[in-house]
């Protein structure tokens, strides 16, 4: 019995061996992102003692006082999981803190995909060093992927870590951050595996339309924060959708290019296309045209990578604007019920 016993000791200890040595990379990525969030929880301070501190200015600790606010209302109105994210508060010094990292195929809308336990597989790929990010883009774009790497502003990490108030999101207006707080919260509350373009696009949704009540029911509809918002939901919707029509006409372009042309012929066909995108977003009705005025120099124009970023916030909005008017009539809460049942 006992050599039986140190027979499965044994075999467990060399299947353990074999997973370590076969996802070895995946183990010490997921080893860096572990210390990197780590790093960021225990530096982050409790929002209750921010509040009382005297040299917390005034102005953020009425950003603190407001991301409450939307906090219990996402929570009690809108009936999003309940949890202790963003009650505290990480400085970043005017620093990025996470890096994101996608690629897509240089003639196809497809984008490359990373696997991870329990999330599946992810089209994007996060970063606590930079360096480290670079190094991965610069293999992909070996491999002649298009490639965007760029720091984000919040991430969720699905309930499992307490997820704090970044310093560069009390910076933000009360409509944007009540779209982020609401955005991230509904992450923590429905999240499907391998499905990263319907989870974004949930949480976008999601977080406008809870935004956009959150301002009604704190400012009132005609106050000023929620006019401002409002416009600026209604810019991001018409340029989110030009993009997404962007995206299935380069799709439609790259599926109709001779194959027996040659590499610089079809980067010719792809950039003449996508300078003729670029061009057409000054033509778009919009309240903040400033803010879409991309500038890029001839040589440098955006790639395949930066226009599946906005497929993956847009391309489902109005089937749930349709879904949440047609079956929900327009009740968000009741919409959100139904996606936690599921």
Not at 173 to 179: H, L
Not at 253 to 267: C, D, H, R, T
Request: proline share 3%; charged share 25%; glycine share 6%.
């Amino acid at each position: 019995m006992k050599k039986l016993f140190f027979r499965y000791i044994k075999i467990l200890f060399l299947v353990v061996g074999i997973i370590a040595l076969w996802q070895y990379k995946l183990i010490i990525y997921g080893y860096q992102q572990l210390q990197g969030q780590l790093h960021i929880i225990n530096n982050a301070r409790e929002v209750t003692e921010c509040l009382i501190d005297p040299l917390v200015p005034d102005s953020v600790k009425q950003k603190f006082l407001l991301i409450n606010e939307i906090r219990r209302y996402a929570i009690d109105s809108l009936g999003l999981k309940d949890s202790k994210n963003y009650t505290t508060y990480y400085d970043q010094q005017g620093k990025p803190v996470l890096w994101v990292l996608t690629a897509c195929k240089p003639f196809a809308m497809k984008a490359y995909q990373w696997y991870f336990p329990l999330l599946g597989m992810v089209s994007y790929k996060g970063f606590f060093e930079r360096a480290n990010g670079m190094h991965e883009e610069k293999k992909l774009k070996d491999e002649w992927y298009d490639t965007e790497f760029s720091p984000v502003s919040a991430w969720s990490t699905l309930g499992w870590f307490r997820d704090p108030v970044l310093s560069n999101m009390v910076k933000r207006k009360e409509g944007q951050i009540a779209e982020l707080i609401i955005h991230e919260l509904t992450h923590a509350t429905v999240y499907l595996p391998s499905s990263v373009d319907y989870n974004e696009n949930l949480a976008t949704f999601v977080g406008e339309q809870g935004a956009i009540r959150f301002l009604n029911n704190k400012f009132g509809s005609d106050a000023m924060q929620s006019v401002a918002y409002r416009n600026f939901k209604e810019d991001e919707t018409v340029f989110g959708n030009y993009m997404v029509e962007a995206c299935s006409l380069l799709d439609s372009i790259y599926n109709s290019i001779n194959p027996g042309l040659s590499f610089s012929q079809k980067l010719k066909i792809k950039y003449d296309a996508i300078t003729g995108i670029i061009l057409g977003i000054h033509h778009l009705s919009l309240h903040n045209k400033q803010r879409y005025s991309f500038s890029f120099p001839e040589d440098h124009l955006p790639n395949n990578a930066w226009f599946m970023s906005y497929k993956r916030y847009r391309v489902k909005q109005n089937d749930f604007d349709k879904e949440l008017a047609e079956k929900f009539s327009g009740k968000i809460e009741a919409f959100i019920e139904d996606l936690k049942k599921q």
